[in-house]
C-alpha cells in the first residue's frame, strides 16, 4: 500500500502537537489518513488549534482534527484530556505518540531538585501518565489493539553534559516503553520508542549555535535532523507497516553516537 491513507481513518493522539517534532507528527499521521487529536500544553491551546486546523486529511472535508489542552504530568489534566477526546471522537485514540517534553539544562554541580524533578515530570511521568490512559481506555472498550510511540532521546542512552535530568528521563521512557510493550502485547497493543538525535526545532534553538555546529560536525549523514525525519518513523510505527515490531528503539540520528 502506499503511503496515502495507511492509517485508514485511525485515532491519532499526540501530545506536544503545537510545536516541532509532534507538529510535524501530527502533519504526517494526517497525511496518512489518520484522525489527529492535537494535544498541547494547556497555555498553547491557540497553537493547538492552528496545527489541527492546518492539518490536511484524507479526504481533506470535514476536518476531522481537533485540539485540546493537557499537563501531561498532572494525572487530573492527563484523565480529562482522554474523557475529552473519546468525548469528541466516540472512541479512544488507538494511535499515541507521546512528543511532550521539555529541556531545564545545568551542569550536575549546579543542578537543583526542582529543575530534576521538573524534567523527570513532564518527560518520564507524563509519558507513563498519557500511555497508561490510552491503554486503560483501549482496554476497557476491546479495541482489537494500537500502536503507542513514545519519543525518547539518544541522550537516554549515551547522556549529555548539562543534561543529567533529560538523561534520566529519557533513559527512563526507554525502559518504560519495553515494560509497555511485555504487558500490553496480550491486548494487540505495541509500543515503541524513537531516539532522536539533534533535530532543529524550537528545543535546540536554547541550545548554543556553537554546541549545535560541532554536533551537525559529528553527523556522519552531515546534517542535522529535521522534524519530518523523525515523524517519518513516528508514521511507520502507527501503520501495519510495523505490525511484527515492539519494544524497539529506534535511533533517528543521521547515525550520530552509532
Ligand atoms: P518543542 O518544539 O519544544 O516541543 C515540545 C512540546 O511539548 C511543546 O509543544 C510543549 O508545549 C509541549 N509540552 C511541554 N511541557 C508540556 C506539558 N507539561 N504538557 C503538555 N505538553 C507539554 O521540542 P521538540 O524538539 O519538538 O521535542 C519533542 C520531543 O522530542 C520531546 O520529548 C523532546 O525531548 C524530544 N527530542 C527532541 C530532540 C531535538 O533535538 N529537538 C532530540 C531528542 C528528543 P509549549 O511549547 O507550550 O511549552
Avoid at 32 to 46: I, Q
Avoid at 64 to 73: K, N
Avoid at 136 to 151: D, E, F, K
Avoid at 176 to 186: M, P, Q, W, Y
Amino acid at each position: 500500500m502506499g503511503s496515502a491513507g495507511r492509517l485508514g481513518g485511525a485515532l491519532a493522539l499526540v501530545t506536544g502537537g503545537a510545536s516541532g517534532i509532534g507538529r510535524a507528527v501530527c502533519a504526517r499521521l494526517a497525511r496518512d489518513g489518520a484522525r489527529v487529536a492535537v494535544a498541547v500544553a494547556d497555555r498553547d491551546e491557540v497553537g493547538a488549534g492552528d496545527t489541527a486546523r492546518g492539518l490536511r486529511g484524507h479526504p481533506p472535508t470535514p476536518p476531522p482534527h481537533a485540539a485540546f489542552g493537557v499537563d501531561v504530568a498532572s494525572a487530573p489534566s492527563v484523565t480529562q484530556l482522554l474523557a475529552r477526546v473519546q468525548e469528541h471522537f466516540g472512541a479512544p485514540p488507538s494511535i499515541l505518540v507521546g512528543c511532550a517534553g521539555i529541556t531545564r539544562d545545568e551542569f550536575l554541580l549546579r543542578l537543583q531538585e526542582a529543575p530534576f524533578r521538573e524534567v523527570l515530570g513532564v518527560n518520564l511521568t507524563g509519558t507513563f501518565l498519557v500511555t497508561q490512559a490510552v491503554a486503560q481506555a483501549l482496554v476497557a472498550a476491546g479495541a482489537p489493539g494500537g500502536s503507542i510511540i513514545h519519543v525518547g532521546s539518544v541522550v537516554g542512552k549515551v547522556g549529555n553534559l548539562g543534561q543529567a535530568n533529560y538523561a534520566a528521563a529519557k533513559a527512563g521512557v526507554e525502559g518504560l516503553t519495553r515494560s509497555c510493550a511485555k504487558e500490553l502485547a496480550r491486548f494487540g497493543i505495541r509500543c515503541n520508542v524513537v531516539l532522536p538525535g539533534f533535530i532543529v526545532t524550537p528545543m535546540t534553538a536554547k541550545v548554543p549555535p556553537k554546541v549545535l555546529e560541532k554536533f551537525a560536525g559529528m553527523v556522519p549523514l552531515g546534517r542535522l535532523g529535521d522534524p519530518q525525519d523523525v515523524a517519518d518513523v513516528c508514521a511507520f510505527l502507527a501503520s501495519e507497516d510495523s505490525s511484527y515490531i515492539t519494544g524497539a528503539s529506534v535511533e533517528v540520528t543521521g547515525g550520530l553516537f552509532m
